[in-house]
């Protein structure tokens, strides 16, 4: 009897694929322990989506999977995610193909992201301790990639970066009685004057010394109290050109002091649930030029509508949103229906691809004529 069940359980795992492997680090070929891997069947393949670890000696092991073709992915901190048989960082992966039985040992190497250095110094070219720094993508708003700090020989590394053309700045800090600007390398504070360096996967580029330019700064107190109703969590966002800060809070108030600010206009937004959909909220702009406070009393914001003309009332018609601020464009969501909560700002929307339709206008709030010499298909504000 004990002879049948053996034979019984071995003959199991007879038509069931293993696929071992090892994940390493890409220049030296190191292991790569706790790195996360995660197996995922080709859609309409078989099997199922598998997640693992690799062990202390980078090595992982999938078994019991039934014949199909397969993605196979690894991630890890300060890595950049990859997929086996990638011919480049942000290239598709090569499926794997199993049969049954059969058995796969393959090596995923992982990238590194690329790194910024350089140094802060002072006007006789000593370097600045405690400088923070931060790497802005070419684009327009500046969009904010990452931050570090100088050591205390003013010399800093910001890694952590994707391939792209960036700038470096530093950020505002009072020292003392003197204050210094936020400036970019080539000591400028305009964006479009600043030196651009390139970076690229696993390679350092040297942006060599910024001098911050000595100029007035200023701090900024901001607000925001939840009202209808009261007793709710809050989360207040800060914006500028140069990029947002989002905080989120427990209690019904919060407030902070947003300080080393070079003259120029910011926002402020608030935002809480309320006890129906609807959201509260508030939003201001200001052109900051001294030491300043605002105060947001969050309100309950009424409902957005859509009309959708030229549709069955039948059809489902998903809408895109997103919010806009002065750093940008963020939060990408999808809406169905005609009501949405939103809370008060700048926000932009677009259709959904529908089958056998298209955008053929576009008319906002206050206006009801359709923009037919715009691009209605694509974002509108």
């Known amino acids: 009897m004990h002879k049948w069940l053996l034979l019984a359980l071995a003959g199991s795992t007879l038509h069931a694929a293993v696929i071992r492997g090892a994940v390493v680090e890409n220049q030296t070929g190191k292991a790569l322990s706790r790195a996360g891997v995660i197996l995922e069947p080709v859609p309409g393949s078989g099997g199922t989506r598998m997640m693992g670890h690799t062990d202390r000696f980078g090595f992982f092991e999938f078994a019991g999977e039934p014949a199909g073709m397969y993605l196979l992915q690894a991630s890890r901190a300060d ?64 969009q904010l990639a990452a931050r570090a700090s100088s050591d205390d020989h003013g010399r800093y590394r910001i890694y952590g970066l994707l391939p792209g053309n960036y700038a470096v700045r530093t950020v505002g800090k009072q020292m003392d009685d003197i204050g210094y600007k936020p400036t970019y390398s080539r000591e400028t504070d305009v964006f479009d004057q600043a030196r651009m360096v390139d970076v690229e996967i696993e390679q350092q580029a040297e942006m060599g010394n910024v001098h911050p330019l000595p100029g007035k700064l200023f701090t900024l107190t901001a607000s925001v109290q939840a009202i209808d109703p009261c007793c709710v969590p809050v989360t207040m966002t800060f914006a500028s050109e140069m990029g947002r800060q989002i905080i989120h809070s427990e209690a019904d108030f919060v407030s902070r002091v947003f300080s080393g600010l070079p ?80 809370a008060p700002g700048t926000w932009e929307f677009a259709l959904a691809p529908m089958d056998g339709y298209y955008a053929s206008g576009f008319s906002g709030s206050g206006n009801y004529v359709f923009r037919r010499n715009q691009r209605a298909e694509g974002w509108n504000e």
């Open 263 to 342: 003259a120029g206009d910011y926002e402020v937004f608030g935002e809480a649930p309320s006890d129906t959909a609807a959201l509260q909220g508030d939003y201001q702009r200001i052109s900051v030029g001294k030491d300043s406070a605002i105060s947001l009393p969050m309100r309950k914001a009424g409902m957005v509508s859509f009309r959708f003309d030229g549709v069955p009332l039948t059809a489902e018609v998903r809408v895109l949103a997103r919010r806009k601020d002065l750093a940008g464009t963020y939060g990408d969501r999808i809406l169905t229906g005609n009501t949405a909560a939103l």
């Open 79 to 142: 890595f950049v995610t990859a997929q086996y048989g990638q011919k480049r960082w942000n290239s598709a992966g090569k499926p794997l193909v199993l049969t049954d039985s059969d058995t796969q040992f393959v090596t995923i190497r992982m990238l590194r992201f690329g790194s910024i250095a350089g140094t802060v110094v002072d006007e006789n070219d000593v370097g600045m301790p405690e400088f923070e720094v931060a790497a802005y993508l070419n684009t327009v708003p500046p």
